[in-house]
C-alpha cells in the first residue's frame, strides 16, 4: 500500500482545514471497510488520511418529531440498527444498515462512507432517496444542504469538492400514514452486492385506500443510484390497487438502465427493477397500514 500520513481530526473545522489544504490528496476516513480496500488496491491514492471519526457533528444520532433524523456520517450502521427511534420511526433504514456486510462490517461502516462511496448499488442509497434524504456538506467556509439524489455524479463519484465532507444526513419526520422498505436482489443470503434493488416510500391518505404520495429509487440499474419520480407519480392520488402499483413498477422497469457484468445481464436486471419495485411498494404499504 501507498504510504501516507494519518491525521485523526477532533474538530470539523480541522478536517475541513486539512482537506482545503491537501486537496485531492486527502481523503476522509470513517469505517474504512471502503477506503482501506481501494488504498490497498491503488483504486485511490492519498498523502494524508483525515480519520472523521472524532468529529462530534458526524456522531450525531439523534430524532425529533419536529426535525426528524440526524445521522452523522461517521455513525457505524450497527448503532442506527439498535436505535428505538430509528425502528420506530424509519424501518426502511433498517431493511438497508442489517444487509450492508455482516456483524464485523456493520460495526465499522457508516452510512456517510456508503454514499461517499458512490457505488450504483450500494444498500444505503435507494431507501435514503426514498426518504428524502439530504446531505450536510462543509468546507471551511461553508456549509451546505444538498439533496441526496443530486449528490451522486457516477460510479465512485459524486458532487463533493476537494476540500469538502459530508457532515451528516438528515431525514425529514416521516409522513403520518406513511411506510417504507428497502429489497435487494442477490444471488447469495448474505455478504454480496446487489444485483438490482429497490427503495421505496409511500404516504397513504387517512383512510388508507389511496395514494397520497410515493417516492421511489432503485439501485445497480444505472451509473448512480437511481431515483424515478415518475414511478411515484403513478401513484399520486390512485386508489391502492394492483394497476396502480403495476404502473409504478412498470415506471421504474422503463426509467432502468442497467449494464451486463458478473452479476446478472442488463435483461434480468430490467425485469429486477420491476419486481422489487413491486415489493418494496407492497411492503411499504404494509407498514404504512401498520403492518
Ligand atoms: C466484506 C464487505 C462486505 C460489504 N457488503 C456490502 C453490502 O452488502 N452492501 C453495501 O452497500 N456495501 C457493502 N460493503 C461496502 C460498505 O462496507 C461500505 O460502502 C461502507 O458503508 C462505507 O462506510 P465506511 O465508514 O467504511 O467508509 P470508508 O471506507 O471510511 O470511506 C468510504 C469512502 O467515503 C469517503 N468518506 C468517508 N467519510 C466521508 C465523509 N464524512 N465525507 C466525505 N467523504 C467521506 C472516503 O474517503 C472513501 O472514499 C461491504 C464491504 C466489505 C468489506
Not at 500520513?5 to 470513517?30: D, F, H
Not at 483504486?43 to 456522531?59: F, M, T, W, Y
Not at 452523522?72 to 450492508?100: E, F, K, M, S, W
Not at 448499488?121 to 451546505?144: F, H, M, Q
Request: hydrophobic fraction near 45%; proline fraction near 7%; charge should be positive.
Amino acid at each position: 500500500m501507498q504510504a501516507f500520513s494519518y491525521v485523526p481530526a477532533r474538530t470539523l473545522s480541522e478536517a475541513a482545514e486539512i482537506l482545503a489544504r491537501e486537496g485531492e490528496q486527502a481523503k476522509c476516513l470513517s469505517g474504512g471497510t471502503d477506503l482501506i480496500v481501494f488504498l490497498r488496491e491503488g483504486r485511490r491514492s492519498a498523502k494524508v488520511v483525515v480519520d472523521v471519526k472524532g468529529i462530534p457533528e458526524l456522531n450525531q444520532l439523534s430524532y425529533s418529531p419536529k426535525e426528524g433524523l440526524t445521522v452523522g456520517a461517521a455513525v457505524p450502521l450497527h448503532r442506527i440498527y439498535n436505535d428505538a427511534q430509528v425502528i420506530a420511526h424509519y424501518p426502511g433504514l433498517i431493511d438497508a444498515a442489517t444487509l450492508i456486510g455482516g456483524i464485523a462490517i456493520q460495526g465499522r461502516a457508516t452510512l456517510g462512507g456508503n454514499v461517499c462511496t458512490a457505488s450504483p448499488a450500494g444498500d444505503s442509497s435507494p431507501i435514503l432517496i426514498a426518504y428524502e434524504a439530504t446531505c450536510v456538506v462543509a468546507s471551511r467556509n461553508v456549509t451546505k444542504a444538498i439533496p441526496l439524489e443530486k449528490f451522486f455524479l457516477g460510479p465512485g463519484r459524486t458532487v463533493l469538492q476537494p476540500g469538502e465532507l459530508l457532515v451528516a444526513l438528515k431525514l425529514p419526520p416521516p409522513r403520518p400514514n406513511s411506510g417504507a422498505a428497502y429489497l435487494r436482489f442477490i444471488p447469495r443470503n448474505e455478504m454480496d452486492i446487489a444485483v438490482t434493488s429497490a427503495g421505496a416510500m409511500v404516504v397513504l391518505d387517512e383512510e388508507k385506500t389511496h395514494f397520497v404520495g410515493a417516492r421511489i429509487a432503485l439501485g445497480a440499474v444505472a451509473p448512480t443510484p437511481l431515483f424515478v419520480p415518475e414511478a411515484g407519480a403513478a401513484l399520486a392520488g390512485q386508489p391502492i390497487s394492483d394497476e396502480a402499483i403495476e404502473a409504478a413498477a412498470r415506471a421504474a422497469q422503463a426509467a432502468a438502465r442497467p449494464i451486463t457484468d458478473m452479476r446478472g445481464s442488463a435483461e434480468q436486471r430490467k425485469h429486477l427493477s420491476y419486481v422489487m419495485t413491486k415489493r418494496a411498494l407492497l411492503r411499504a404499504i404494509e407498514r404504512a397500514r401498520g403492518g
